[in-house]
């Protein structure tokens, strides 16, 4: 068992850091450069592997070149038609007249393990003649009778030679030994060649494949382009359509790419119609709500004009019946005002324009707090706005609703005593009006869907208040209809809800 782990965790290092590895260099890479690089290296690498084979190649002809020119010429000589006899003791001359054979080719013949005469072919009839060293008359006593062709060298100033012996006419040892320069020349010469090849190879690689490669990769940039114009698509509200699609050449089924844009306009064709089908269904629900509050409008009049007549006429009925039609009557307020605010949503989700006049902010904050301070003398109020009246182009009636909403919030959702504070300031081209108080706050988890329907914090105080939740989504409705924005930030003692809109610039 102990044994064992090691070798575990080993493996999943490994495959970690392996995987961490690719996971860096694909995020580095892209994939233009990773083919350009995979093709310049693989072309490379093909070049390298041709030049080694032909190098090996050629070198090894050459060499079997070297070797029939040997073998012949010491075939030849053996069978004394080398040349002249220089006596009883044959010259190395002898050995060197056969004819063919090039400059620099040496013989040495050998008695009893010493070379006892040694000519070489030179360059020049009469040169000086070349006394050989220890070490190269070493090199070529190597050279046995029945060994073949061996390569052995003869020093620097000499090289490297291809050597092979066989008995003389006197039963003597002969060593001929042809220089391996001109070989090694011709292969240096071709190496240089191939290495010029590669190299141009190799960079025309480089250049064609990265032009390929990006001519290949454009389809799909335009493919990108065209989910990026999709991404920015408001795609979460209202009327939806999705008529982007992906350029009809770029969708050939025939090509990878051309899969790739198929596919993608296929997509969004579907989530165009999924989104319309929303659309319709929201619609159909939104006509609903408008309709039916439309509808209750008449029966809500009617059962409140009843009430109020039989409350104010039936002095004589009795108390109990006098105080269930009272509450019948509060009630069909209540719920008048709930058909109002859910037609209102309804109509401001339809995108219905709002009225656009000049709305004197400040005047009308001061009407909303006087209007608060009536129904909550209790708690303190406070306005805080510039000398000079602020204005913005907007719907009056919807725009009073909107502060007397959240005003009423700050005062029904918090204790007596609290001190109610409502701010208007110019920011630029921007109104900003600010409603804090020092409550208790708003509870956390409500605070991400507050401005939703029907989003209440579950509190009985909130039930007693006869709160509906629809307060704040009638606020967030008005203010967006009117092309500005809403937000809160809340904790104990410091709850405030910041408007902006569009202010009206007095030259
Ligand atoms: N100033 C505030 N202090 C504390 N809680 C608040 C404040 N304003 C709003 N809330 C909380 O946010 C909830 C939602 O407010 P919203 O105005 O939408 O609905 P409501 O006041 O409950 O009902 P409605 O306004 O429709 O009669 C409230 O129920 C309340 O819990
Ligand atoms: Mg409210």
New binding site residues.
């Given amino acids: 068992m102990t044994a064992t782990t090691p070798a575990v965790h080993e493996d999943v290092s490994r495959e970690g850091w392996m995987s961490r590895g690719l996971r860096l260099s694909r995020r580095k890479w892209t994939l233009r450069r990773l083919l350009v690089v995979s093709i310049v290296a693989l072309v490379a690498l093909v070049s390298f592997g041709i030049s080694a084979a032909s190098i090996v190649g050629l070198n090894s002809y050459l060499e079997r070149r070297v070797d029939a020119q040997l073998i012949s010429a010491a075939g030849r000589s053996s069978a004394g038609v080398g040349g002249p006899d220089f006596g009883f003791v044959a010259s190395a001359e002898k050995y060197l007249s056969t004819p063919g054979l090039p400059v620099g080719t040496v013989a040495a013949i050998v008695e009893d393990d010493s070379i006892v005469k040694a000519g070489m072919i030179a360059r020049e009839a009469g040169a000086s003649s070349q006394v050989l060293t220890a070490d190269q008359k070493e090199a070529l006593l190597s050279v046995g009778i029945g060994d073949g062709a061996q390569t052995i060298s003869l020093g620097s100033d000499l090289g490297t030679y291809r050597a092979v012996a066989f008995s003389g006419e006197f039963g003597d040892r002969v060593v001929l030994a042809i220089s391996l320069s001109d070989v090694q020349a011709t292969i240096s010469q071709f190496r240089s060649v191939l290495i010029l090849i590669s190299v141009l190879g190799v960079l025309a690689a480089a250049l064609a494949s990265a032009f390929i490669v990006s001519l290949a990769l454009r389809p799909l940039r335009r493919v990108a382009a065209t989910a990026t114009q999709v991404a920015s698509l408001p795609l979460d509200r209202g009327e939806v359509s999705l008529m982007v699609r992906v350029p009809e050449e770029d969708t050939d089924p025939r090509t990878e790419v051309g899969q790739v844009g198929a596919a993608f306009n296929g997509m969004l064709g579907h989530v165009d119609a999924a989104l319309r089908a929303r659309q319709a269904s929201e619609n159909k629900v939104r006509q609903f709500v408008a309709d039916a509050s439309h509808e209750l409008r008449t029966p809500l009049a009617s059962i409140r004009g009843y009430a109020e007549l039989t409350r104010r006429g039936g002095h004589d009925l009795p108390a109990d019946v006098t105080h269930s039609m009272s509450r019948v009557e509060s009630e069909a307020v209540r719920m008048t005002s709930l058909v109002e ?1 859910l037609l209102l949503l309804a109509r401001l989700d339809e995108g219905r324009e709002l009225e656009k006049r000049p709305v004197d902010v400040t005047r009308l904050l001061v009407n909303c707090i006087s209007d608060a301070y009536a129904a909550g003398p209790e708690h303190n109020w406070d306005l805080d706005a510039p000398e000079q009246s602020v204005s913005i182009l907007g719907d009056e009636q919807r725009m009073h609703q909107v502060f007397a ?2 005003l ?3 005062r ?3 204790p007596e005593g609290t001190n109610v504070t409502v701010t208007l300031a110019v920011e630029g081209a921007t109104a900003v009006i600010t ?1 804090a ?1 020092n ?5 956390p988890a ?1 605070q991400p869907v ?2 939703e329907r029907f ?3 579950d ?1 009985s105080r ?1 039930r007693i ?11 967030r409705a008005v203010v967006e209809a009117h092309g500005g924005v809403v937000s809160v930030t ?1 904790e104990p003692g410091a ?1 405030a ?1 910041r408007l902006e809109f569009p202010a009206m610039l007095t030259p």
């Fill in positions: 605010d909403n959240l009423t919030n700050a029904v959702h918090t409603v108080d409550g208790p706050g708003i509870a409500v507050l401005f989003a209440r914090a509190s909130s208040a006869g709160s509906t939740g629809l307060g704040l989504s009638i606020v809340s709850t809800f």
